[in-house]
């Protein structure tokens, strides 16, 4: 279920720069993709996947990555608002989520399953798409880990084998700056 609640609950849009929760369909097909890198209290990479008018979150702790062998623990959050993707900016001291956040990667994804669709994926704990960023491109898939029943969902982030998969390729460590304003993490809490 697409819910904004949990989004809206979480911040002080009186203190907090972050868009509002509002639900938007938009006219065009293509799905946004996006990554942005947040130096809150731990650093992570939030992945967020539009669906049905909000972006679907989860947080990568450690960053996706090009090599197939690298499973990446995605750990879901709340959803965020469509808007959330163009996002770049410092959430205050003391609010939800405060620290800094640029957009790391942005683009568009499809579904890659034509008997499946997204939110039936998404339910069941897989996730085959197929990403067209700037720094990430190609099969990945978002798998969930442990039992049903388990409160805290765990889920993987891996790259699927293609020819975009690049073991020696480290995008996180080799391209650290904003896709829309160039801008690293550190530029950002300098200004
Ligand atoms: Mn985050």
Do not use: C
């Not at 996706?64 to 879901?76: E, F, R, V, W, Y």
């Not at 034509?114 to 898939?141: C, N, P, Q, T, W």
């Not at 982030?157 to 390729?169: C, G």
Request: proline share 5%.
């Amino acid at each position: 279920m697409n819910n904004l609640e949990e989004y809206k609950n979480k911040r002080d849009f009186k203190k907090t720069k972050e868009p509002k929760a509002t639900i938007k369909k938009k006219k065009q097909k293509s799905l946004i993709y996006v990554i942005q890198k947040h130096n809150a209290s731990n650093l992570h990479y939030d992945l967020r996947l539009e669906l049905n008018g909000v972006l679907k979150s989860w947080a990568i702790p450690k960053g996706p990555s090009t090599d197939p062998s690298q499973k990446k623990l995605a750990l879901p959050t709340e959803d965020h608002p469509i808007d959330y993707a163009n996002f770049e900016g410092i959430i205050p001291e003391g609010e939800y989520g405060a620290g800094s956040v640029i957009v790391w990667d942005t683009g568009t994804y499809r579904n890659l399953k034509d008997d499946i669709s997204l939110e039936k994926s998404l339910e069941k704990g897989k996730l085959e798409i197929f990403i067209e960023g700037k720094k990430l491109k190609g099969a990945y898939v978002l798998l969930k880990t442990g039992k049903k029943s388990d409160k805290n969902q765990r889920w993987l982030f891996i790259k699927m084998k293609d020819k975009y998969a690049d073991a020696r390729r480290n995008p996180v460590k080799s391209e650290p700056r904003s896709v829309i304003s160039n801008k690293n993490i550190e530029d950002l809490e300098k200004d």
